[in-house]
């Protein structure tokens, strides 16, 4: 810590820092297919979210009569995964920081879960909505 100000020096610049072209293009990649490996081997919630779109987006393409109804269909089962990935990250890091419990830590996964079940209520809305 810096004297009197309670501040801890920072940790040193991570190796991947300041790679650009296509060798940042790769490790970026590789950190992305890392992010997928661990979502898939670790949140059930995932696992099935996949599933449930391995079906979905077939579905979506061929029920949407022109290019705006597929991208309906088919858009918010992607924002789904998204928001599932970014949920398993918010939880990773408050368990990363402690296995406590604390009302902040719970706040934390909660909303995460919130975020969630928006994203399945906007999923279920645009498909009935496009398809009824």
């Known amino acids: 810590m810096e004297a009197g100000r309670g501040v801890m020096n920072p940790r040193p610049p991570r190796p991947d820092k300041g790679t650009t072209g296509p060798s940042r293009l790769v490790r970026a990649f590789g950190s992305t297919f890392s992010g997928f490996r661990a979502a898939w081997r670790e949140e059930e919630a995932f696992r099935q979210e996949c599933l449930f779109a391995v079906v979905a987006v077939p579905l979506g393409l061929w029920f949407g009569t022109n290019g705006i109804e597929r991208a309906l269909l088919v858009g918010p089962v992607f924002f789904l995964l ?4 970014v949920n398993s ?5 408050v368990d990363r920081v402690s296995l406590d419990d604390h ?6 996964k909660d909303l995460g879960s919130a975020a ?7 999923t279920a809305a645009v498909w009935l909505l496009v398809l009824l």
């Open 82 to 85: 998204a928001i599932e990935l």
């Open 89 to 93: 990250a918010v939880e990773a890091t």
């Open 103 to 108: 009302n902040l830590a719970k706040r934390a």
């Open 116 to 122: 969630v079940m928006v994203a399945l209520a906007c």
